[in-house]
């Protein structure tokens, strides 16, 4: 640690126990040390030159006699403007840590500490006020109403607050999180307006964006998801046959960012209705840091689950070489009871991994981090239900199969910054591996055709799939305070998959098919993005992506009852430009209108049916879409209150659909084709309230109004019909109470959440019973903290509703088969957490 004492003098004991109290807190902080010769409101000239924000503030300590505290790590790649004027010392730090997002707090006039956030100026003022109470006594820790306070995101490649951003955007960080319980996408997804979660148990649930689906579900669906899911700077989701989703664990998040509308010019394919990026807290070399937390829930009519996760981070080197280790832990019991296999709650599983990051900074300039990152979810059985209560148990389903799944993705990524000065040069290199198996319950169907009664042990449908992706990006960001600031870069994928499709029926002859698919796509592009500030108010940006994406696809298997001819190599290329282009105006310092177009795609792909001379045809290329978008964000209210919303209206052009030809000898073929158009249009808005330091209510809605304009006649479909998988009208609200100031160092919270969530169709083609219910549900959730030491209790679904969340039919052979997805039952749960 770095301690450089400018003028020594005599100092107040106090302030020694103070400085004292945090460097053993916080493990890194430098100072520039003086004596303070004149008060507050004195008033000097400065003439500080633009520099690095750490220089700044040594001048500027040098200059006043003052002593000024402040961490290396929060200073790092930030710079000062330059300062020249008469200010008095208090407005002079407040001029020169503004566009940095930091703040000065001071303790009776005569030291300065330079923090960032809301939580970390409370523990400041802690500390000084508890400044002569002597050494060892642990810090006092609170909650805090964090609505208001100022999140930095990198949804644009670079640190921007996210008031500033463009475009609709969500963050919650890993403190909101953990305020509202999230163990999944499902919890925190919730809160995100034009977002819907089809929650179809664990690794099976599409996220969809904005209306952007033409199916409901990740089941039986070879085309790419029209969402990303990033890891970091992963796109975790493969690009054919994406059957399972990604769901990462939440423990040790640093935060979580949604991206709402098309993401193609700095994201890619994919990112057609929007994008999820789950960012990871990074090794801190500079304090050590440990936290333990247990979970343990009831379900009502259901198994018990229980959950641990542990992190732990250790400077190897001060200020230089860091570890960090988490490892998590999750079992789920069931609650769903099987009637025909006479079983109880046979959906549970079990989630568990791990991450490994090390993190060396040889120098001011170079950081570099490797990851190592695993991920295991097992499904035991579907979570689908009876989808009407003349069928059965409102809770049970009759499958004959168990949909068992066990899912796993490994991550290894070196990732280097090099500070250039006027730009930051970054280089992320990862390689994962996703390994699938999947059953599916296709016996069901057989029965209903054949009316057999088939035992589990006399049919069985499975998938595996074996993933390897290696993606390499490269980036140069501009820095500093510049009328333009620029990113450009570079991005190459390399994705091979091996599918394993194995079908066996007794009564179909036992091999019914079994197929092997060998996809491999490779993805080159270039990308760059240009804001230009024409006036102080007005800031225009333009950006693009090229790119070159090929396709190949081989089926060297394809045996059994109902396979056709194999599929010899087949290569399908395609190439394209995704514009941007984005306009915003600040009204004053907290309220920015913007007004943005932008264009996304997915890529194109191989038809797995060879039958050329019925009409098929070999490939399909990429579907696209227009996203037109104008937005509000603000604050009103003296702070105490932020609106941000948007509107937008979505053209989607070549949607990738599916066509039925049948040919004059009754051959019946069904392939995917670029067959239809459809729009998208609707309102976003989210609205946070601090009324008081104790109080905060929020409140976030959207309505989307998703529908398809023309399509080819063979699809079956319908003009105007409604894409799947998204409510018209979603709302989440919630009330909060924060009490720091309880007796015996106890601070403590209450949070009542509410979302509401409108009808939704599973399929495309709208038919009456595949209508969601409309419901209501409720959460209730509170927390006691005692220095160190956190404890939560916690009701979901408070009034145990049942409804269905979705309804929809696994239709093959002409034969439906109903299922449904309900809220999971009233859940009461505690978990404890202790952090050293």
């Known amino acids: 640690m770095d301690v450089s004492f400018i003028k020594l003098k005599a100092i107040p004991f106090f302030k020694i126990k103070l400085l004292t109290k945090v460097i053993a807190t916080s493990l890194g902080l430098s100072a520039s040390v003086g004596l303070v010769q004149a008060v507050e409101n004195d008033r000097q000239y400065y003439d500080i030159a633009p520099n690095t924000m750490s220089e700044a503030l040594k001048v500027f300590a040098l200059e006043t006699d003052s002593e000024v505290l402040f961490s290396p790590s929060l200073v790092a790649n930030k710079s000062m403007g330059g300062l020249k004027g008469e200010y008095t010392r208090q407005q002079a730090l407040t001029t020169m840590l503004a566009d940095a997002g930091l703040v000065a707090e001071t303790s009776d006039e005569k030291v300065f500490m330079v923090v960032s956030s809301q939580d970390e100026r409370n523990r400041a003022r802690a500390n000084i006020a508890a400044g002569d109470a002597g050494m060892g006594v642990a810090e006092k820790k609170g909650y805090r109403n964090s609505g208001i306070e100022e999140v930095t995101v990198t949804a644009n490649k670079r640190e921007q607050d996210l008031q500033d951003v463009a475009m609709s955007l969500s963050a919650l960080t890993g403190d909101d999180l953990n305020r509202i319980g999230a163990v999944g996408a499902q919890d925190y997804l919730a809160q995100i307006p034009g977002v819907n979660y089809n929650a179809q148990g664990k690794g099976r649930s599409p996220v969809i964006v904005r209306g952007i689906s033409t199916i409901s579900t990740t089941i039986l669906s070879d085309a790419q998801s029209t969402s990303a899911i990033y890891i970091d700077n992963l796109p975790s989701l493969q690009r054919w046959g994406a059957w399972t989703n990604t769901d990462p664990n939440t423990f040790d998040v640093e935060r979580v960012e949604v991206l709402r509308g098309p993401q193609g010019t700095l994201f890619g394919s994919g990112a057609l209705g929007g994008a999820l990026r789950v960012i990871n807290n990074k090794p801190n070399a500079s304090e050590f840091q440990s936290s333990i937390d247990l979970g343990q829930s009831f379900t009502q009519g259901g198994d018990d689950s229980n959950s641990i996760n542990a992190m732990l981070n250790i400077p190897l080197v001060d200020d230089e070489l860091a570890l960090r280790v988490v490892a998590f832990s999750r079992n789920d019991g069931g609650y769903i009871d099987n009637t025909r296999r006479d079983e109880k709650n046979v959906n549970g599983g079990e989630m568990e991994g791990g991450r490994l990051m090390l993190a060396y900074m040889p120098n001011e300039d170079l950081s570099l981090r490797l990851t190592a990152t695993h991920q295991a979810d097992i499904v035991d059985d579907s979570s689908a239900t009876f989808r009407d209560k003349d069928d059965g148990p409102r809770y049970a389903y009759d499958g004959v199969i168990p949909e068992f799944s066990d899912v796993s993705i490994s991550i290894y990524n070196l990732s280097a910054d090099y500070d250039l000065g006027d730009a930051l040069l970054t280089s992320s290199t990862t390689y994962s591996k996703r390994d699938s198996l999947i059953n599916l319950d296709l016996a069901s169907l057989v029965d209903a055709i ?149 264009k996304g795609f997915r890529v194109g792909q191989i038809n797995t049916t060879v039958a050329p001379e019925a009409g098929v045809p070999a490939s399909y290329d990429p579907d696209s879409l227009w996203n037109y978008e104008v937005g509000l964000k603000t604050l009103l209210l003296n702070g105490h209150l932020k609106l941000n919303m948007a509107a937008y209206y979505i053209d989607w052009t070549d949607i990738q659909l599916q066509r039925t030809i049948k040919t004059d000898d009754d051959r019946v073929f069904n392939f995917n084709d670029n067959a239809g158009d459809a729009t998208s249009k609707g309102i976003e808005v989210e609205l946070t309230y601090l009324p008081n330091e104790n109080w905060e209510v929020g409140t976030a809605f959207s309505y989307v109004d998703a529908t398809l304009e023309t399509v080819a006649g063979d699809t079956g479909l319908t003009p105007g019909s409604t894409l799947p998988g998204t409510p018209d009208f979603t709302m989440a609200n919630y009330v909060q109470y924060v009490e720091n100031e309880m007796s015996n160092d106890l601070a403590g919270y209450v949070r009542l959440s509410h979302q509401h969530v409108g009808q939704m169709v599973s399929n495309i083609n709208n038919a009456d019973y595949l209508y969601s219910d409309t419901y209501n549900s409720f959460n209730l959730r509170g927390g006691l903290q005692y220095r160190n030491y956190e404890v939560a209790l916690y009701i979901d679904n408070l009034l145990n509703n049942d409804a269905a969340t979705s309804k929809y039919d696994m239709d093959l052979f002409n034969v439906n088969t109903f299922r449904a997805f309900r809220l999971k039952p009233r859940t009461m749960g505690l978990t404890f957490r202790v952090d050293f």
């Not at 089926?555 to 290329?573: H, K, M, R």
């Open 450 to 598: 054949f009316d057999t009664g088939l035992e589990p042990d006399e049919n069985g449908y499975s998938l595996t799939e074996e993933v390897e992706t290696f993606a390499q990006e490269i980036r140069l960001v501009s820095q500093g305070d510049g009328p333009m600031q620029w990113t450009v870069g570079a991005f190459y994928l390399d994705q091979k998959i091996d599918t394993f499709q194995d079908w066996t029926a007794d009564n179909l002859g036992d091999l019914v098919q079994q197929t092997q698919f060998f996809p491999h796509i490779t993805e080159m592009a270039v990308f760059g993005e240009l804001t230009y500030q024409i006036t102080d108010e007005i800031f225009v940006t333009g950006g693009g992506r090229w790119f070159d994406n090929s396709f190949e696809f081989e089926i060297p298997i394809n045996i059994g009852a109902l396979a056709n001819s194999t599929l010899p190599l087949t290569d399908e290329v395609s190439s394209s430009f995704t514009p941007k282009v984005a306009l915003s105006y600040y009204i004053n310092d907290d309220s920015h209108i913007y007004t943005s177009a932008t």
